[in-house]
């Protein structure tokens, strides 16, 4: 990588300083609102705006950056948001383009993340259609492809009102719960010419709402509880990244001496080499961090994902004895078309407040009342810091995940690394996350092919902050979405993806072994449809045909040893590298069980 370039090409033509066309004031309504950066596929439906962006504004402040897919684009938007806390915008052509970034844009609504999207439609006015396309990209209500996953649509019809739209759909996306939000500008209104430019809207007239506090009497009640309490246990899920509210839970946990349990669904929010953190986080609750939850008197959740499940999971399916306190904005985006609200978790005290607030409020509820950590904290047992020594390299030339997790998280250790995502099966052992950005959290959908997308958005978004944004990807995943990495390497964006290639949709494997051992059916043909080994996919050469760094198929901890150490030198000299690691196919065997097991519901008297 010579070339140091790391923005877009800078358009030919001279920028024009005064607005002409509606979508040159809709181009300046996204910078006056400082967003850096719109992700985009192009399209015919946002011309209009696609040109004020680079011939009216110069491709500054936004910068366009070019996807291959709109699922990347979204994707990558979803990644950069997640570091940042703050959205991106991306523009999604009429009809398909919109099709085809739903799934991304799912996995953006389920994981509370603000984003701007900007559709193009029409022209509405039928009579200014050309004939064919122009018709087959315009639907009578464009958003309600994506209306059940989005926090707020709107198609506005003057340019006036599109200003007001984009200022509106940016301050409803930021607001917490956050989520994504979709304007829908007619093609027609965007290439209309206007006389006079209308003024902007004045932003400090139109501010972002004040966000409420916990109602006292509920801090005081949740103060009293605590002060009783002999086992308190914080879960920690949906919270804020930055260093202030970090370093606020950790006060929290050490006056109350209470135990913590994070989530590996959302980013790092506890330091997990923190006595009071005892296990690691996973996707779901281990066995040793269901104890805790089966002992606590008193349990805090700080809007984590899925509470009612995970409370029947670590009591097996019963109703846990402790008090439950829930903090949680989130039954404000509660919805009917899906269901990602989760079981209606059992609470004695549920406050619908930002939990960080909570933290705050009961920080300062205690004053100089405080407890300090005591003993117990020093008597439990640190999680694991360093990572067991490597296995020997496997003969059947693929290498353990657990032997990759450790040789990866080994090699990146000194690196200050920021993990965009784990796949499933990574040890706990080798998550040493201590800080806000050690990791960042997972997709929030479950929709597989967004691993590249985010991974490329969130080191944009690390890009010359001197961390090294490593993701370890499926190699499903990786497939889905690859051509993300394109993006990257156009615009210099250097990043580390290790693939965990398994050469299979192996979480399925899972699901077809269970059926078959149900029915009494053989086991032996868990595979079929779902192996991807014949032929062999060349991971790494998918990664060099679009100018990325690829190293492997590697076979062994050796040569992994040695692969990243030079993808770690070329990350840090500016590229985007892939290593394609052959890992077996299979999962440590908590891991699997986990994945497959029913609870029974405790609502349900007859379970
Ligand atoms: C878009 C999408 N399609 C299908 C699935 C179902 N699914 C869940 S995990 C998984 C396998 C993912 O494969 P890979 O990324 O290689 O990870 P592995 O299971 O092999 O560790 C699939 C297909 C999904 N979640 N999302
Ligand atoms: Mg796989």
């Given at each position: 990588m010579n070339d140091t370039r790391n923005t877009?090409?800078?358009?030919?033509?001279?920028?024009?300083?005064?607005?002409?066309?509606?979508?040159?004031?809709?181009?300046?309504?996204?910078?006056?609102?400082?967003?850096?950066?719109?992700?985009?596929?192009?399209?015919?439906?946002?011309?209009?705006?696609?040109?004020?962006?680079?011939?009216?504004?110069?491709?500054?402040?936004?910068?366009?950056?070019?996807?291959?897919?709109?699922?990347?684009?979204?994707?990558?938007?979803?990644?950069?948001?997640?570091?940042?806390?703050?959205p991106l915008a991306v523009a999604l052509h009429a009809n398909v383009g919109l099709m085809h970034a739903t799934m991304a844009i799912f996995n953006v609504w389920c994981d509370r993340i603000p984003m701007l999207m900007l559709g193009?439609?029409?022209?509405?006015?039928?009579?200014?259609?050309?004939?064919?396309?122009?018709?087959?990209?315009?639907?009578?209500?464009?958003?309600?492809l994506v209306r059940d996953f989005t926090k707020w649509d709107d198609q506005p019809a003057s340019v006036v009102a599109a200003l007001e739209s984009i200022l509106r759909g940016y301050r409803i996306a930021t607001t917490a719960p956050q989520g994504p939000v979709y304007v829908c500008l007619d093609a027609g209104l965007q290439e209309a010419p206007i006389a006079s430019p209308p003024p902007l809207p004045p932003l400090d007239r139109y501010p972002a709402p004040r966000v409420v506090d916990p109602p006292p009497e509920a801090v005081g009640e949740i103060f009293a509880m605590l002060a009783q309490a002999e086992r308190p246990l914080l879960l920690i899920g949906r919270v804020a990244n930055d260093r202030e509210c970090f370093?606020?839970?950790?006060?929290?946990?050490?006056?109350?001496?209470?135990?913590?349990?994070?989530?590996?669904?959302?980013?790092?929010?506890?330091?997990?080499?923190?006595p009071l953190h005892p296990f690691p986080a996973?996707?779901?609750?281990?066995?040793?961090?269901?104890?805790?939850?089966?002992?606590a008197d008193v349990i805090v959740s700080l809007d984590w994902v899925d509470l009612a499940g995970s409370l029947r999971q670590a009591c097996g399916g019963?109703?846990?004895?402790?008090?439950?306190?829930?903090?949680?904005?989130?039954?404000?985006?509660?919805?009917?078309?899906?269901?990602?609200?989760?079981?209606?978790?059992?609470?004695?005290?549920?406050?619908?407040?930002?939990p960080d607030r909570l933290v705050s409020a009961l920080l300062e509820r205690m004053g100089e009342s405080r407890r300090t950590a005591t003993k117990s904290a020093a008597?439990?047992?640190?999680?694991?810091?360093?990572?067991?020594?490597?296995?020997?390299?496997?003969?059947?030339?693929?290498?353990?995940?657990a032997d990759m997790a450790h040789v990866t998280s080994a090699s990146l250790a000194a690196h200050n690394p920021s993990y965009v995502r784990l796949p499933l099966g990574w040890p706990g052992e080798c998550c040493h996350f201590a800080e806000p950005l050690d990791f960042i959290g997972f997709d929030g959908g479950?929709?597989?092919?967004?691993?590249?997308?985010?991974?490329?958005?969130?080191?944009?978004?690390?890009?010359?902050?001197?961390?090294?944004?490593?993701?370890?990807?499926?190699?499903?995943?990786?497939?889905?979405?690859?051509?993300?990495?394109?993006?990257?390497?156009?615009?210099?964006?250097?990043l580390l993806i290790v693939v965990s290639n398994n050469q299979s949709f192996f979480n399925d494997e899972l699901h077809q072994e269970r059926m078959a051992r149900m029915r009494g059916r053989p086991i032996e043909n868990r595979w079929v449809g779902l192996r991807m080994d014949d032929p062999p996919l060349d991971l790494a050469a998918l990664a060099r045909g679009q100018g990325a760094i690829g190293y492997g198929p590697i076979h062994d901890t050796a040569a992994l040893e040695a692969a990243l150490d030079s993808a770690i030198r070329d990350v840090k000299a500016g590229g985007t590298c892939v290593v394609d690691v052959r890992v077996a196919p299979e999962y440590a065997r908590t891991v699997s069980s986990t994945l497959l097991q029913h609870i029974p519901n405790d609502k349900d008297k007859s379970a």
């Amino acid at each position: 990588m010579n070339d140091t370039r790391n923005t877009s090409p800078k358009p030919n033509a001279a920028v024009e300083t005064t607005p002409r066309f509606g979508s040159d004031c809709m181009a300046e309504m996204l910078r006056a609102l400082e967003i850096p950066y719109i992700a985009l596929t192009p399209g015919a439906s946002f011309r209009g705006l696609h040109d004020s962006l680079v011939n009216y504004l110069g491709n500054e402040r936004p910068e366009l950056l070019l996807c291959i897919h709109e699922e990347t684009a979204v994707a990558i938007a979803h990644g950069y948001a997640r570091v940042t806390g703050r959205p991106l915008a991306v523009a999604l052509h009429a009809n398909v383009g919109l099709m085809h970034a739903t799934m991304a844009i799912f996995n953006v609504w389920c994981d509370r993340i603000p984003m701007l999207m900007l559709g193009g439609v029409g022209p509405m006015d039928a009579v200014a259609r050309r004939p064919w396309v122009d018709w087959i990209h315009t639907s009578s209500d464009m958003a309600s492809l994506v209306r059940d996953f989005t926090k707020w649509d709107d198609q506005p019809a003057s340019v006036v009102a599109a200003l007001e739209s984009i200022l509106r759909g940016y301050r409803i996306a930021t607001t917490a719960p956050q989520g994504p939000v979709y304007v829908c500008l007619d093609a027609g209104l965007q290439e209309a010419p206007i006389a006079s430019p209308p003024p902007l809207p004045p932003l400090d007239r139109y501010p972002a709402p004040r966000v409420v506090d916990p109602p006292p009497e509920a801090v005081g009640e949740i103060f009293a509880m605590l002060a009783q309490a002999e086992r308190p246990l914080l879960l920690i899920g949906r919270v804020a990244n930055d260093r202030e509210c970090f370093a606020r839970r950790v006060e929290l946990a050490e006056r109350l001496d209470a135990r913590v349990i994070t989530d590996l669904k959302t980013a790092a929010s506890f330091p997990m080499p923190h006595p009071l953190h005892p296990f690691p986080a996973g996707i779901y609750i281990s066995a040793e961090a269901g104890a805790l939850v089966r002992e606590a008197d008193v349990i805090v959740s700080l809007d984590w994902v899925d509470l009612a499940g995970s409370l029947r999971q670590a009591c097996g399916g019963q109703l846990p004895a402790a008090k439950v306190i829930q903090c949680s904005l989130d039954s404000y985006l509660h919805r009917g078309w899906s269901k990602d609200y989760q079981s209606l978790p059992p609470t004695d005290i549920f406050v619908l407040a930002d939990p960080d607030r909570l933290v705050s409020a009961l920080l300062e509820r205690m004053g100089e009342s405080r407890r300090t950590a005591t003993k117990s904290a020093a008597a439990l047992p640190a999680s694991t810091a360093t990572g067991a020594a490597p296995n020997s390299t496997r003969d059947d030339a693929r290498i353990s995940i657990a032997d990759m997790a450790h040789v990866t998280s080994a090699s990146l250790a000194a690196h200050n690394p920021s993990y965009v995502r784990l796949p499933l099966g990574w040890p706990g052992e080798c998550c040493h996350f201590a800080e806000p950005l050690d990791f960042i959290g997972f997709d929030g959908g479950g929709g597989i092919g967004s691993g590249p997308g985010m991974t490329v958005g969130a080191a944009l978004a690390l890009r010359g902050s001197g961390r090294l944004p490593v993701a370890v990807l499926g190699d499903g995943d990786y497939l889905m979405g690859l051509t993300a990495l394109w993006t990257g390497v156009h615009y210099r964006i250097p990043l580390l993806i290790v693939v965990s290639n398994n050469q299979s949709f192996f979480n399925d494997e899972l699901h077809q072994e269970r059926m078959a051992r149900m029915r009494g059916r053989p086991i032996e043909n868990r595979w079929v449809g779902l192996r991807m080994d014949d032929p062999p996919l060349d991971l790494a050469a998918l990664a060099r045909g679009q100018g990325a760094i690829g190293y492997g198929p590697i076979h062994d901890t050796a040569a992994l040893e040695a692969a990243l150490d030079s993808a770690i030198r070329d990350v840090k000299a500016g590229g985007t590298c892939v290593v394609d690691v052959r890992v077996a196919p299979e999962y440590a065997r908590t891991v699997s069980s986990t994945l497959l097991q029913h609870i029974p519901n405790d609502k349900d008297k007859s379970a």
